[in-house]
């Protein structure tokens, strides 16, 4: 495990929430804000013995745990960990990027809710994650989801230098027309990124237009600027 946040409030709607971090992702994206958990190392930092013992001591204190990353869905223990997340009482939630399809569905009749990190249209994906035919993945855990019935949120993080106003409505058009009801879009923040060349922002970026037009398509529409 790379690390555990024992109380939150914003990783999963509703519920407070632990968030239990995976190290390691296979996808290299330049505005990443865990870059120390791309690399899984030969060592954990924090043993699971650990860190379900936390969670034993919250047991009533917190509604929910929630294993982020990273991307955990490249853990082979993760099934195993969610199930014993859930004989303590919890509910389980995943954030992931989908780079795992196949491991994804195995753990999605263990989930309550999965959000799920769709990073432009699928023309434009390995641009982003650096990593050639990733937009395969990613598209066939997007309809995992969908076909599962698991409560979900669709979430893109945006960058001026990344996502033109028009791709970003391109995606937005996409996911919709595939069945997407809850969409967020998260503008870039500087925490954590490692890339010079992506710590420029842009001052009303996407602007107000744009953004009427891609709530309009889904049931609900956040928007997050921090």
């Known amino acids: 495990m790379g690390g555990v946040t024992p109380f939150s409030a914003t990783d999963y709607p509703g519920k407070l929430a632990a968030v239990v971090f995976v190290q390691g992702c296979p996808w290299r994206c330049g505005y990443c804000h865990n870059p120390h958990l791309q690399t899984r190392t030969g060592t954990s930092p924090l043993a699971w013995t650990q860190v379900i013992a936390r969670l034993k001591r919250r047991v009533g ?6 294993f982020s990353g990273g991307e955990p869905t490249m853990d082979p223990a993760l099934e195993d960990a969610m199930r014993e997340v859930r004989a303590l009482g919890f509910g389980v939630g995943l ?9 994804l569905a195995e ?17 434009g994906y390995d641009s982003i994650t650096r990593i050639s035919d990733s937009a395969r993945h990613a598209r066939a855990s997007a309809e995992a ?13 945006v960058h001026p230098g990344l996502h033109s106003e028009p791709d970003i409505l391109a995606l937005a058009q996409t996911l ?5 009801r809850h969409y967020a879009v ?12 992506l710590q420029a922002a842009s001052a009303g970026y996407p ?14 529409f956040t928007l997050r600027r921090e």
């Open 61 to 66: 204190l917190i509604d929910a745990v929630v």
């Open 95 to 103: 954030h992931t990027a989908g780079a795992y399809p196949r491991r």
């Open 107 to 123: 753990v999605l009749p263990l989930l309550d809710w999965v959000g799920i990190d769709l990073k432009a249209s699928w023309q």
């Open 145 to 157: 989801v969908l076909a599962s019935g698991v409560a979900h949120e669709f979430r893109t993080t």
């Open 176 to 180: 919709s027309a595939m069945g997407v």
């Open 186 to 197: 998260q503008v870039f923040r500087r925490t954590g990124c490692m890339d010079e060349s």
């Open 207 to 220: 602007g107000a237009d744009l953004l009427a037009r891609v709530s309009a398509l889904f049931e609900t």
